[in-house]
Structures are given as C-alpha cells and as structure tokens.
C-alpha cells in the first residue's frame, strides 16, 4: 500500500512539473548575456535580495556577478530560465510579486518577459536551478 502511495505521489509530481511545450519554444527563442541582464536590473530598479555576510549585496555588486559570468554559466542559465517559465508560470509570476513588492509585474509583463525575470531570480538565488 505504502508503495503504491509513494508510487502516485510521484507521479502527480511528475506530472505537475510537466513542460508546457509551446512556453519552453517561446521563452527558449532569446539567449542572454550578462550585459542585457545587468542592463535589464538597471532599467526596473532591481534591488536584490540575495546576503552575504548576512547583508544585502548592492545592484552594482549584482551587475558584476552577471557581467563576469562564464560563458558556460551563462549557457546553463538559458537552459533553466525557459525550463522554470514553462513548468510553473503561474506560480513564479505570483513568487515574484511576493518577493520583489517593489516591482511588482503584471500578468501580461511576466508572459512576456518571464525569461529574464526568471534570470534574475535564478542569479538572485530565491530561485534555484535543477
């Protein structure tokens, strides 16, 4: 009994964190770089929540870990930002609003740029990668 319940459990969670094919194509279309992403913070006023030594680090400090990602860092951040915005849309555009309440989106800002906003979470750290 036991194994049939871990058995569907797994399953619904499966299949809750399906893909949805035709996001993954939308957001998969556009690769970013450290530049667009550091601009991107710039432009909505992005303040981090990320600590180190227990204190926030600054947009400029966030702008430079962008900036001085690798090439392979930055080829597996556009792997996941799409992966992420096409699992669970719904329920990072809601993350998002809870955790950045000074730049809130709206639904129609996360359809479209869920991608980069996904990036700067992921960096951020309040989202974590696969």
């Avoid at 989106?105 to 990036?119: A, K, Q």
Wanted: hydrophobic share 40%.
């Amino acid at each position: 009994k036991n194994v049939f319940i871990a058995i569907f459990l797994l399953c619904t969670l499966d299949a809750l964190s399906q893909v949805d094919d035709k996001l993954y194509d939308k957001y998969s279309e556009v690769k970013y770089t450290g530049f667009q992403i550091a601009d991107l913070a710039d432009s909505i006023d992005f303040i981090p929540r990320k600590l180190h030594d227990g204190q926030p680090i600054s947009r400029e400090t966030f702008k430079v870990v962008c900036l001085s990602l690798s090439d392979r860092a930055w080829n597996q951040i556009n792997i996941d930002a799409p992966y992420k915005c096409s699992t669970k849309h719904e329920e990072y555009f809601r993350l998002w609003n809870i955790l950045y309440k000074s730049r809130p989106v709206t639904w129609d800002v996360w359809d479209e740029y869920c991608c980069p906003l996904m990036i700067l979470m992921l960096l951020d750290g309040t989202v974590k990668s696969r």
